[in-house]
């Protein structure tokens, strides 16, 4: 499925959803941001798994400033945060909050708000070529899609700060070395490498969506919420067909048949 900027496709219970304008190097719009939300209610309601990339040489450089920026910098009015109330930060909250577990696929540049995509997935693998870019201080801006949260939480504040700050590339095997990402691979070979790895999530059981959300919540959670919301997912995960099977057939000596439920 094609539409404004997004790609859908499917590889059995994988969604497959593409950032697809490859002359603005997948630069999101106002448009292709509603498009996202849209082929992600599509996704949310059959896939087990998903994996978010983009097309061509680069994963995303970010907001496209033709989205009427330029037109009202002038204006005793302007915002310059406003698209983040309206789109972007609705757009990362459903990310966080997706129902299946989802991985980025980093091809090229991730830049801006394209950063932010790419490490707000649950797995992250990038390929050689690929770069993580804090693009705003060059255009006055401060980071934004949830950046200096993800950032601060992963590599710490020093870094954190160096990224945002100074605005320079954080080449695929640097993330790797400091933990921002999960793997890095050949480039020829991300597709298939990303495909291999959200086979294993789609495979998974039930539980897995419920590991995802004690992740993220577990990143500002103190001890003692941390402590309940694994017990309130246990006893969640204990209910589910899955956790059935899983014990059936570690009784049974053979492998598991999740279903995802």
């Known amino acids: 499925m094609t539409t404004t900027g997004m790609t859908l496709d499917w590889d ?4 497959i959803l593409r950032m697809d304008d490859p002359a603005t190097l997948n630069a999101v719009t106002l448009a292709s941001i509603e498009t996202f939300s849209d082929l992600l209610d599509e996704a949310a309601g059959r896939a087990r798994a998903m994996i978010l990339t983009g097309a061509g040489r680069a ?21 310059a945060g406003e698209t983040l109330d309206t789109h972007i930060n609705p757009l990362m909250t ?6 299946m577990p ?22 992250i693998i990038a390929g ?4 993580f870019l804090q693009a705003f201080s060059r255009i006055g801006l401060s980071p934004d899609g949830g950046s200096s949260h993800l950032l601060v939480r ?39 490498a990303a495909l291999a790895l959200a086979q294993r999530l789609a495979n998974g059981a039930y539980s897995q969506r419920l590991i995802r959300q004690l992740a993220w919540s577990a ?20 209910r589910s067909a899955d956790h059935r099977e899983g014990v059936r057939a570690f009784m049974e000596k053979r492998p598991t048949a999740f279903t995802g439920a």
């Not at 033709?66 to 009015?77: F, H, I, L, Q, S």
């Open 219 to 238: 990143v500002d959670a103190d001890w003692e919420t941390a402590l309940a919301e694994e017990r309130a997912a246990q006893r969640t995960a204990g």
């Open 128 to 131: 050689e070529s690929a770069f």
């Open 94 to 99: 459903r990310l966080r909050n997706l129902p």
């Open 102 to 123: 989802w991985i980025t696929a980093v091809n090229g540049a991730a830049a801006g708000v394209g950063a932010s995509l790419a490490l707000a997935g649950d797995m």
């Open 154 to 192: 992963t590599v710490g504040r020093a870094r954190a700060t160096e990224l945002m700050m100074l605005g320079e590339r954080l080449p695929a095997a640097k993330a790797l070395e400091w933990g921002l990402i999960n793997r890095v691979v050949p480039d020829a070979e991300l597709t298939e």
């Open 12 to 15: 059995g219970q994988i969604a």
């Open 59 to 79: 994963f995303c450089s970010g907001a496209n400033i033709g989205m009427g920026m330029e037109g009202r910098m002038e204006g005793a009015d302007y915002d």
